[in-house]
């Protein structure tokens, strides 16, 4: 016989449910922060040549700015596409612009010392 | 082991699981071809960033981009595909949670992201080719620019365009077939609405390295 009163509190959503809920949560609550920090680093990016660029320098502003895109760019890889939890020869396949961006730079500089 | 345990048992659909070999990864077969056309894709598009680079170092005559080109409005648009790339990924959080209702929700929002900002775009193609700055000639309030300004802010902001365009179109397919239930059937059903979500966050990356590198640089 199936006894459904066993939780004397059950309204129907028993513990069982809480966890897939809960896990949920959590994904949801990393998706939010990830991009509130996008959004600060936007925010960073448009104030670094306005109000800091008659300070700095046109190379630092020009690494500032990279390392600010590339830190973004790994942020929305890693975490919205998943690439942390991917297997490893996947990963290696998502790398391949950056393999090819090494081997175009090599060439480029080759090229400029003929 | 987790990896027998991806070969899910599928009801004559071979199309969205794993093998079954423990020396095979986890990943679908789906998900390793987007994988692979993201990475050709991203070659495309950083052949056509160092092309750019290329040209804009060894030019004596460049404009500064924020003098010409609306920083501001592209900055609301940066952000604007930042928030659909969340509700991008919360909708592949629905499909996950088989929740038909929240999976159609946020694929509207990320289509209507996708929307708004190629309206943006689209405005600020009209007002720049309206300043004179073209595709094969470029000037600004009467004073002429390095004509590949326009050629190179046009075909790199275009070709972006063009899969923003794309990816607005596929997610319109996978929204119909959200809205028959098609992916909130557990297992392996929401597969297809990850892989959409491969390829607009890949759209969503890319546009944050070409406002960097052609807006703010």
Redesign the interface.
Known sequence: MEDHSTASHDDGHGISEAH?KSA?QT??QM??TI?LI??FL?FL??F???VYGAEWSGTT??LL??I??IV??GL??AY??HLNH??K??RW??Y??IY??FA?III?LESLYR | MSTVHAATESHGDHTEHAAEDPHF???TGG??AM??F???D??S???LL?AYG?LRAIATDWPVP?DVLG?GLT?FA??LL??S??T???AV?AAQ?KNQANLVKYLSLTILGGVIFLGIQAYEYTHLVGEGVGFVNSSFQGEQLNSLFGTTFYAVTGFHGLHVLSGVIYLTCILVGAMKGKYTQGGDSGSPVELV??FW??V??VW??V???VY??
């Open positions: 897939p949920g994904k949801r998706y939010v991009f996008l959004g936007t990016e448009i670094v040549p306005d502003k020009m700015l990279c600010l895109a973004k760019a929305v890889a919205f596409m991917e297997a020869w996947t396949i998502a391949t612009p090819m961006g175009v480029m | 990864g986890k990943a998900k390793i994988w692979m993201i990475a050709q991203g070659m598009f950083g052949g160092f290329v924020a920083i900055a940066t952000f930042i928030c790339s969340l991008m990924v919360f959080l949670e979500g491969l966050h890949f969503d990356l944050i390295l406002f960097t590198f703010l640089l």
